[in-house]
Antibody
């Protein structure tokens, strides 16, 4: 079954870091980029960045540069999002999504809820 | 980049057609056809319904169609059905870095 399975919900204090994982199965992981998209409660979708699964090259939205790191581990077909310096407005659902070389996102993970609260 | 502009809500009766607009700039929608559309139903993740402005992925109903003119992309849903209710988002390749930008989202209600 072709799918992306993300890690479970996280709760962090302000100023802390969080790492979310996204494991691919059912397709060749290294053939496609993984993008990360977040959604604050009751709000719209916000693109955060992409990571090239085979090389580890990255591109980040300007808003997150300096705080975000996206990586992959090809041996276990897993992509990671790490966000540091967490603030309350980082609370939301974080999705990984595959780009099948179409500049569109055809396969999405189930989402990971990250709550930042003191 | 600023979010692409979509109407906050659009509604229609079953069987009608509706169109959702997505307005960008000459830095994104205006310079290529790399526009995609997604539906997000309550409690679910987004689902791709249109890519490259007017192409449908396998398995997506032909009632969904996309188009683009200048800096504006559009999604038309014909033969509206209750299952079409949800939030719709456009997304465009930004052209630099590379980056992507989503639209503000449109809530579709079937009356």
């Amino acid at each position: 079954q072709v799918q992306l399975v993300q890690s479970g919900a996280e709760v962090r204090m302000p100023g802390a870091s969080v790492r979310v994982s996204c494991q691919a199965s059912g397709y060749s992981f290294t053939n496609h980029d993984i993008n990360w998209v977040r959604q604050a409660p009751g709000q719209g979708l916000e693109w955060m960045g992409w990571v090239r699964s085979n090389s580890g090259a990255t591109g980040y939205a300007q808003k997150f540069r300096g705080r975000v790191t996206m990586t992959t581990n090809t041996s276990i077909s897993t992509a990671y999002l790490e966000l540091s310096g967490l603030r309350s407005d980082d609370t939301g659902v974080y999705y990984c999504a595959r780009d099948p070389n179409l500049d569109a996102f055809d396969l999405w993970g189930q989402g990971t809820m990250v709550t930042v609260s003191s | 980049q600023s979010a692409l502009t979509q109407p906050a809500s659009v509604s229609g009766s079953p069987g009608q057609s509706i169109t959702i607009s997505c307005t960008g700039t000459t830095n994104n929608i205006g310079i290529h056809n790399l526009v995609s559309w997604y539906i997000q139903r309550p409690g679910e993740g987004p689902k791709l319904i249109i890519y490259e402005a007017d192409k449908r992925p396998s398995g997506v109903s032909s009632r969904f169609s996309g188009s683009k003119s200048g800096n504006t992309a559009s999604l038309t849903i014909s033969g509206l059905q209750t299952e079409d209710e949800g939030d719709y988002y456009c997304c465009s390749y930004g052209g630099t870095s590379p980056t992507y930008v989503f639209g503000t989202g449109t809530q579709v209600t079937v009356l």
